[in-house]
């Protein structure tokens, strides 16, 4: 069958499909677009590709049967299937920047650098390596996102706890929702975790809460201090079988931000309950005497880089050995 393109299919894909074979080169893969002439255009490239040699031939590597090597290896598989589709098989030596970066343009046209690195960007550099081609990958401009790093004191903190007392809720919900600060400030929880978090997850006799799928890409066994375990055991059960009732909406925020004000706490603009997950980094760097390479060992972060942000919070020993400097002696009087 020659190379055609296929219609989208309600409910399926939006987006046109190419299928056929042209001399002698199979593809079936997404064109990214549901604009006709668009995926006119990329069929038109993908004649023209195979016509070069950029996709690859029979017995030649191509990057769908690296991504399945990739995950058969054990390789992270989370975010690959559309990539695959988009590139089926295309040529492991056709993928250069120019492809990555419209590839991820096809594939989450309204999403932001930092999505766009974590979804395409560093899975497609994944399977690369995994074949044993060692291309250095741009990321986005902005792939890092904005460094949030503020954070609350001690005193802002259990005043905002108290404040759960009087905010617009019933005495239940109240409870949870106290529950699901303290959850946050004491674990380094994102609200998406919290929130998700399954009941079956929890283990009260060893104070432990399983995080099966985090934004790192990998699950992390979070530690539960005896105030927090007590907190969520006292909750009722849910139908959901989830320990919070709650899900992230305007009237979730609305309490927390009903909270912040009775507690007399301005928060940085754009920032709610993420700012829990840094008082707990901060806390852990202040307390807990945790350096960078101890925060990176909790798993809440994937890089020494994101972990690293929390350094400024305290005085190095280093640093303090300014009082070994030599000064001038002062007159007495």
């Not at 668009?38 to 490239?45: P, V």
């Not at 390596?129 to 990321?139: D, F, H, P, S, Y």
């Not at 401009?141 to 809720?169: C, M, P, S």
């Not at 009260?204 to 890409?217: M, S």
């Amino acid at each position: 069958m020659p190379l055609k393109l296929r219609e989208p299919q309600a409910g399926r894909t939006p987006y046109y499909q190419i299928r056929g074979t042209y001399l002698g080169v199979c593809v079936e893969q997404s064109t990214g677009t549901s604009n006709r002439k668009l995926a006119n255009d990329i069929l038109r490239r993908k004649r023209e590709d195979i016509e070069r040699g950029a996709v690859a031939r029979p017995g030649k590597p191509n990057f769908a049967e690296a991504a399945i090597n990739y995950m058969t290896a054990g390789g992270e598989a989370q975010f690959l299937a559309p990539i695959i589709r988009h590139f089926g098989t295309l040529a492991l030596s056709a993928i250069d920047q120019a492809v990555i970066d419209r590839a991820a343009a096809a594939l989450y046209p309204n999403a932001t650098p930092a999505t766009r690195n974590r979804q395409v960007y560093t899975p497609i550099s994944a399977v690369l390596k995994r074949a044993g081609i060692e291309r250095a990958v741009k990321r986005p401009i902005g792939w890092r996102g904005q460094r949030r790093t503020g954070w609350l004191t001690k005193e802002q903190v259990f005043a905002l706890l108290a404040a759960t007392d009087h905010i617009d809720a019933t005495s239940e919900s109240r409870r949870e929702f106290r529950a699901l600060l303290v959850l946050l400030c004491y674990t380094g929880m994102r609200l998406g975790d919290a929130l998700g978090l399954e009941q079956a997850n929890v283990n009260f006799k060893q104070r432990t809460a399983l995080l099966p799928d985090t934004k790192n890409g990998r699950p992390r066994l979070t530690y539960l201090p005896k105030h927090v375990a007590d907190d969520l055991k006292g909750l009722p059960e849910t139908k959901t079988g989830r320990v919070f009732r709650f899900h992230n909406g305007g009237w979730l925020r609305g309490l927390f931000k009903q909270a912040a004000e009775l507690a007399k706490i301005e928060l940085p603009d754009r920032v709610a309950f993420h700012i829990l997950s840094h008082t707990w980094a901060t806390w852990m760097r202040q307390y807990g005497k945790l350096d960078t390479a101890d925060l990176l060992a909790t798993d809440r972060w994937a890089d020494e880089e994101s972990a690293r942000q929390y350094a400024h919070v305290v005085v190095s020993d280093i640093a303090k050995r300014a009082d070994l400097l030599p000064v001038p002696k002062r007159k007495a009087g």
